[in-house]
């Protein structure tokens, strides 16, 4: 069964929106991380962690939308939790991961007390994001 296909236009309206939502989130979150602007590096840390945690809910709810969406937020946030706390573990495999591009978006580099607060507020965000598509994917045309 295709992504899309669903019978439902309500249910391609939430995937279309979902979509859309994660690159925008992307681009942002990635642009936010990695600027060399005026704010200090925690603050674009903290802000790209929160963007990287709403992606995964929109992705999660994307690739499985009948799902709830606060088992999805919760889901992720838990997992990235657990991938940070993996940051203090260094073996040669990982290491060799996190040296990828790929690997230290995924997996990070290095454990901080200080990225807990951001994955949950980036789980609400990512929670209440997703179910405002959802919420709007259901609503009529003529009900907006």
Known sequence: MSLFSSG???????????????????LIGYAIRFSQGPAPEWFNDAIGSIAYEIFWILL????????????????VCLLTCILECLQLWQPPFLQAAR?????????????SWFDFPPYVIGSWAGW???RTAQRLGTTKVSDR
């Open 128 to 130: 209440y994001w997703a």
């Open 8 to 26: 439902n236009s309500n249910a391609l309206n939430y995937r279309l929106a979902l979509l859309v939502s994660m690159g925008i989130v992307a």
């Open 99 to 111: 040296a990828t591009w790929i690997g230290r978006l995924v997996l990070g580099t290095t454990f």
């Open 60 to 75: 999660g709810a994307f690739l499985v939308p009948d799902h709830s969406i606060r088992s999805i937020a919760v889901t």
